[in-house]
């Protein structure tokens, strides 16, 4: 596990590489939908994404491929290999200091020839509407818009019982997934945001 890596070349996920990389996922995602519900304090979507990205590396995603910039971690993406013998890329991250350095584009291709490897040659992707460089990388590298959405969240106040006081708390309901008609749910929720899904077909 204390095996070095080359800079500037994709290698699979190590053990050390998992604080580093939860700091990346921790500011990496501002775009996502969680930082844009009122109802998560910014402390709370940040730990979503240092869980996710400590789960895929334990073993959630089929493969975490990182790459090294000034000797340390500084980007990552996770693979999946779905039922359906289709790709899928979970997370994409990379540190500020690393960006517009081409380690984006070198995580895009790593991943298409893992997935190659495998026998695979369709990939799929889902990024954010107001995301434009993530959506800009993946067509840089043959992705295609194959559907665009929207999505909610629907909170409603419940009602726990601690030592015999109530107490109301908000719980995150559902989160839907629907069409551009579904602005019409809007007095339901307190968030939505589009998502667009890229596939690259090879």
């Not at 910039?69 to 899928?88: L, Q, V, W």
């Not at 540190?95 to 799929?124: C, M, V, W």
């Not at 992707?125 to 993946?138: K, W």
């Not at 995150?172 to 307190?190: E, F, K, N, Y």
Request: net charge neutral.
């Amino acid at each position: 596990m204390s095996r070095s890596r080359r800079p500037e070349s994709p290698d699979s996920c190590k053990e050390s590489d998992l604080e580093p990389l939860q700091e990346i996922a921790s500011n990496a995602y501002r775009d996502s939908r969680f930082y844009y519900d009122s109802n998560f304090s910014r402390e709370e979507a940040s730990s979503l994404y240092r869980h996710w990205i400590e789960k895929s590396c334990q073993g959630y995603a089929d493969a975490v491929f990182v790459i090294d910039h000034d000797n340390r971690p500084s980007a990552f993406i996770t693979c999946h290999i779905e039922p359906d013998a289709k790709g899928r890329i979970g997370l994409v991250g990379v540190s500020p200091d690393a960006r517009s350095t081409g380690l984006g584009i070198s995580l895009i291709r790593t991943a298409q020839n893992y997935f190659y490897d495998k026998g695979i040659h369709e990939i799929n992707v889902v990024t954010q509407g107001r995301n434009i460089a993530a959506q800009r990388l993946y067509q840089l590298n043959g992705f295609k818009t194959s559907s665009v959405t929207l999505w909610f969240h629907r909170w409603k106040e419940i009602k726990n019982k601690t030592n015999g006081n109530a107490k109301w708390t908000w719980q995150l309901t559902l989160a839907i997934r629907a069409g551009p008609q579904a602005s019409r749910l809007r007095v339901l929720v307190t968030e939505s945001i589009e998502i667009y899904d890229f596939v690259f077909c090879d």
